[in-house]
């Protein structure tokens, strides 16, 4: 029996195996993690050891390796050098939508970053300065992440979707002193010219950045500003390569911005030292990959998915990572996949499950897949939502590998359950990630704080401390993520998803509990829509609630209650406010669809009843809330939600 290694009143609930290096693993991480995180750490190169493992002098903000010092460009990019990896290739860079392959040997890479790292230097940039990164799936993007870790600077990705009112509000929060960017982003045959974006957002933002340093490509050049604007090539040339700067492990490596419950985006801090060690044992651990093997997480680097497994973890592993500028299908079809895998010997693909349902949409019969040699893939790894187990099924019966669903957030920068490939590999059970990965001590907790029985859905939180690698706080705003992570459950984080653990000690991760939703594996916020929906002239009242979908996952759904004399049509105002998203938080937001309502289902005390609204719509059961206010209000949502396709059986 598994013993739960953190407090002694808990029932011993499921059947372990003693000799399985998971289980094994898995209690030394509980029962002693400075000994189990300092025996990872060994993998990493210190300049200075720590003078602790974990300081909890400042709970529950822990910080790991504390007095140690140490540098991850050094660790990503230069040991390698120096350890016989000059040649080996670190990036493949392959773009269907530009018609671009090109690869970067460590050699390489340690040349560009250095020399960009030069560049930043001489428009001022030092340890502790933020550097914001606009960028498109292009290799310079992972350089300039790479680049500005060379100095001791901290880098803020942000997703290319993104509008410029959302850009422009990182901009604000991180107040960068260089901007890096290109001149534009390829969507499928569409060239999106990123620099007028920039500008826009700059203009928006009381911050200015002293520089911003444009990639031109061909697609589109932009036009630069002298003085402030400048050409990346026309830089790097001219800088001279620049050495690595010592920085503390505690000190922040980057903010990743991250949807909140509100418009305003919270700035998730990651540190440098605690995220190598981490990310560089997962690889070994979670994805069974070794040094030199090619490693492809199909996301973008503005993402956490991004951060941790195109960029970080594949090179401080020694390993090549691929770095796509496409989309599963359409660049040029649903094989698009295994071209890359058979090209390039991909050794393990990651991407979300909406991008197999993209494909399996498209090719249902693996047609395609079958023209290519995907004898190099021993297993498909699948995370940023829910996997179904149709294309867990779809996926393992055509790939016929592995396909391991695992479960993690912005916050925890690498998995919080997972089948550990590299560890024990457990029967995979679809609809679940399997255990809880060494390091995290996942439980399930009631209403009143109480663990939950195998098999009943609680509130998914971790164990105080939380492994290496994962949120120091939030950017600017400690007592929020105090508030928003470690109130509510004292000793605790408190992931937001609801779930279960079964009697296998299996995990279920089944909803958020708060009003984030995921489409197409990219995280978004109801409530900052619904943000957007208010500033809206003719809107007095709105809600987003987010439906299911059968490509996507979730999809945002809006209603909207006119203000009494608007004259204008109901299709006109529907017209404006799908606009207003797109240009507010991006076309990302995919927010297509909203219909306009008489009046909204609430509570006595003024509650909007989102979660009935999402029942209806998805055409589920639910029980009238005993609280509602008006029942015939429902009967009218239905109506609503018929005209726009929901709240009937749906294919
Ligand atoms: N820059 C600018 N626009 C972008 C963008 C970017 N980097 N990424 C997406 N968009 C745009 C899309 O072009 C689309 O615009 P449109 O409304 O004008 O068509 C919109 O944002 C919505 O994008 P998305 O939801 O991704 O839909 P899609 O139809 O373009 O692609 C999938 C659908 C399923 C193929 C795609 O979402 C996918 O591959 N998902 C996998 C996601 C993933 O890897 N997530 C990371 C977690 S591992
Ligand atoms: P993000 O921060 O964008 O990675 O989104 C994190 C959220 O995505 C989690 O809180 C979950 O709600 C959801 N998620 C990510 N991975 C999984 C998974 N494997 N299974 C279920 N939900 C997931």
Redesign the pocket.
């Known amino acids: 029996m598994r013993r739960d290694t953190r407090s002694e009143d808990k029932t011993e609930r499921y059947q372990v195996d003693m000799s399985n290096p998971y289980q094994q693993a898995y209690d030394a991480s509980l029962h002693n993690p400075e000994g189990f995180w300092a025996e990872a750490a060994r993998e990493i190169d210190w300049e200075k050891p720590w003078d602790k493992v974990l300081d909890g002098s400042k709970a529950p903000f822990y910080r790991w390796f504390v007095g140690a010092e140490t540098n991850t460009c050094y660790n990503a990019v230069d040991r390698h050098v120096e350890g016989g990896r000059a040649d080996q290739p670190a990036i493949i860079y392959d773009s269907p939508v530009s018609n671009t392959k090109r690869i970067l040997t460590y050699a390489e890479l340690q040349d560009q970053v250095s020399r960009l790292a030069g560049a930043l230097a001489g428009l001022g940039v030092t340890k502790g300065d933020r550097v914001l990164l606009y960028m498109?799936?292009i290799p310079e993007a992972l350089v300039g992440m790479l680049a500005t870790a060379r100095l001791g600077a901290i880098h803020t990705v942000v997703?290319?979707?993104f509008a410029p009112n959302e850009l422009a509000t990182r901009i604000i929060d991180a107040e960068p002193k260089v901007i890096l960017s290109a001149s534009c982003?390829i969507?499928?045959s569409?060239v999106?010219a990123y620099k007028p974006m920039l500008d826009q957002a700059i203009e928006l933002s009381s911050h200015k950045p002293a520089h911003t340093v444009v990639y031109q490509r061909p697609q589109a050049t932009a036009e630069l500003k002298p003085g402030t604007d400048h050409d990346w090539a026309a830089l790097v040339a001219g800088a001279e390569p620049h050495g690595c700067v010592t920085v503390q492990a505690t000190d922040p490596l980057y903010i990743l911005y991250t949807s909140g419950t509100t418009g305003q985006p919270k700035g998730v801090v990651r540190d440098n030292g605690g995220h190598m060690v981490a990310l560089k044992w997962s690889m070994s651990a979670i994805y069974d990959i070794k040094p030199g093997e090619v490693f492809w997480?199909?996301?973008?680097v503005?993402?956490v998915?991004?951060h941790s497994y195109i960029c970080y973890a594949p090179l401080l592993h020694g390993a090549t990572t691929v770095v796509y500028e496409g989309?599963?299908?359409?660049t040029p079809d649903a094989g698009a996949f295994w071209r890359v895998i058979s090209e390039y010997k991909v050794s393990a693909l990651?991407?979300?499950p909406?991008?197999f349902?993209?494909i399996k949409r498209e090719d249902p019969k693996a047609e395609l897949l079958r023209q290519y040699d995907l004898s190099s893939l021993r297993t498909l790894f699948l995370?940023?939502e829910r996997s179904d187990p149709d294309t867990i099924n779809w996926a393992a019966d055509n790939l016929k590998v592995p396909v391991i669903d695992h479960w993690w957030q912005t916050e925890t920068g690498w998995a919080i359950a997972a089948n550990c490939m590299g560890l024990h590999h457990f029967p995979v059970k679809p609809g679940s990630p399997t255990k809880p990965v060494p390091g995290w001590g996942l439980e399930v907790l009631d209403e009143s704080h109480q663990p939950c029985e195998a098999g009943k859905v609680g509130a998914l939180v971790v164990r105080l401390p939380l492994p290496p690698g994962t949120l120091l706080t939030l950017w600017n705003a400690d007592q929020r993520c105090h508030d928003s992570y470690f109130a509510e459950f004292p000793g605790c984080y408190k992931t937001a998803d609801a779930g279960y653990i079964d009697e296998d000690g299996y995990v279920y991760v089944m909803a958020r509990t708060d009003d984030i939703i995921n489409?197409?594996?990219?995280r978004l916020s109801t409530g900052a829509m619904e943000e957007v929906l208010a500033s809206h002239p003719d809107v007095a009242e709105c809600a987003v609630i987010g439906v299911a979908d059968q490509?996507?996952g979730q999809l945002p759904l809006g209603f909207v209650c006119l203000k009494a004399g608007v004259t204008k049509s109901d299709e006109q105002v529907i017209k404006e406010v799908v606009q207003l998203v797109?240009e507010r938080i991006?076309?990302?937001?995919?927010f297509?669809t909203c219909t306009v309502v008489k009046r909204l289902p609430k509570t006595r005390s003024g509650k909007i009843l989102r979660g009935t609204m999402q029942k209806i719509a998805d055409n589920q059961d639910y029980k009238m809330p005993a609280t509602i206010d008006d029942p015939a209000i429902l009967d009218e949502i239905k109506e609503s939600l018929e005209t726009v396709g929901y709240a009937q059986a749906r294919p």
Do not use: I, Y
Request: aromatic share 6%; net charge positive; hydrophobic share 45%.
């Open positions: 498109p799936m997703f290319g979707g982003g969507e499928g569409r999106l997480a199909a996301s973008d503005g993402w998915v991004g989309k599963p299908v359409g990651f991407t979300a909406t991008a349902r993209a995370a940023g489409v197409a594996g990219h490509l996507k797109r991006g076309p990302v937001a995919a297509k």
